[in-house]
């Protein structure tokens, strides 16, 4: 345990508060020590609805993790999702002015500084950027270029935007539990940690993260997230379609989709004409109703979403770069036929995420739905540097100094992260 470094992750979605705990061994590798999960109804698309309660929420489910695993951290990587995020590509050029041409950290530092955005809209902030690729005198690498020679140094980053007060609002509550933030990870960057290999990352993949609250649309290409879009339709918009649709309880109308409710089914399919049984508001009884009934619930909010994924890959431009398929993670990758439709309209071959490359994960979480929260362990353990460590390398000097830049520009964390 003395070489061990503790992780710790909390996820913040719209329908649960989900904490991790992992061990990196330097002989085991990434082991799962604790996880506990807390139904949570403080907070909405990412943001904090309800303070005090979204406070206690966190405190249940981080003493429960911290109680199973036995361990015990106040330094943490927080997963946050939302409506209200966006991103960007950004581009920056460094002359290189040395008399013997070598790049040094500074010069990485500089012109990674340079890239990230300053006309941001009042009440936005960085939340974190990730550097894409260097150029060095136009040679592209997604290596560190310094000790390189060279005259002219250029660095594409990927920028997370979000709103200041929903940052504000989780540090808060994080704050009433003595918890400090590592860093704030976009859960489309942390499920992609947990669900692609190497070869979907560079090759070009399509990453969908289906939430409660919202769904998030992501590009891998070259190795990094090069695009990103949040869609403000989740899961629960089927569970509030089934409630008002047919007069039932928000409990019954979870209970049907997961018991009955498919993304899609072909028009004539002889399952539709079967009945199910449905407990309809004042009725002790269940009453019979027909599966077509459902679907002809569930189907329209199907092609809306189909609609706004094709829109959001379609605005990316980088449809024709993708040699992959698509994967889709969180709790909607659940929903039965979902896979299926999504792969009859993309035209690519599409599957479902499960987390890998953690220890010690009982089936119940190596499910699409843990994708993310799994992730941010991942994420943690390539970048947080040990403590005796921190200031040492490449990485720790690049992070530093645009975390002070950050710092400044902001007053919140937004730490980039070079690959």
Known sequence: MANSRI?????IGSTKI???????????????????????????RGTIRDLNQAARDIDDSFSGAMYSSGLSSDSVFVGITGRD?????????????????????????????????????????????????????????NRSPVGMIGKRLEVETHVVIGAENQIAN?????????????????????????????EDRNAGCILLDFGGGSTNVGIFLGGTLAYSQCIPVGGMNYDHDLKHGLGVSFEEALRIKRSYGKAWLESDNDELEEFIDVKFYGRREYDKVKRRRIYDIMQPRTEELLEHIIIALNDSGLLPRIAGGA??????????????????HLGRQVRVGLPTGIGHVLDEYRTPLYASTLGLLIYGSKYQEPESESTAGFFGDVTQALRDLLGGMFGRRGQPQEK
């Open 85 to 141: 995020l966006s991103s960007q590509n950004s581009r920056a050029t460094l002359d290189i002015n040395h008399p013997e041409g070598e790049v040094t950290r500074e010069d990485v530092a500089e012109v990674i500084t340079r890239s990230l955005p300053r006309d941001l809209r009042e009440g936005q902030q960085i939340v974190q950027s990730m550097v894409r690729e260097f150029a060095l005198d136009g040679i592209r690498t």
């Open 170 to 198: 989780i540090e808060r509550a994080l704050s009433r539990l003595d918890l400090k933030v590592s860093s704030y990870v976009f859960n489309l960057i942390a499920a992609g940690e947990a669900v692609l290999s190497a």
């Open 7 to 11: 992780l710790l992750g909390i996820d």
């Open 18 to 44: 989900a904490t991790v705990v992992g061990e990196l061994h330097p002989s085991r590798g990434l082991i799962l020590r604790g996880l506990s999960v807390v139904q949570t109804q403080s907070v909405s």
């Open 327 to 344: 994967v889709i993670t969180g709790g909607g990758a659940l929903l039965r036929q979902f896979r299926r439709y999504l792969q009859r």
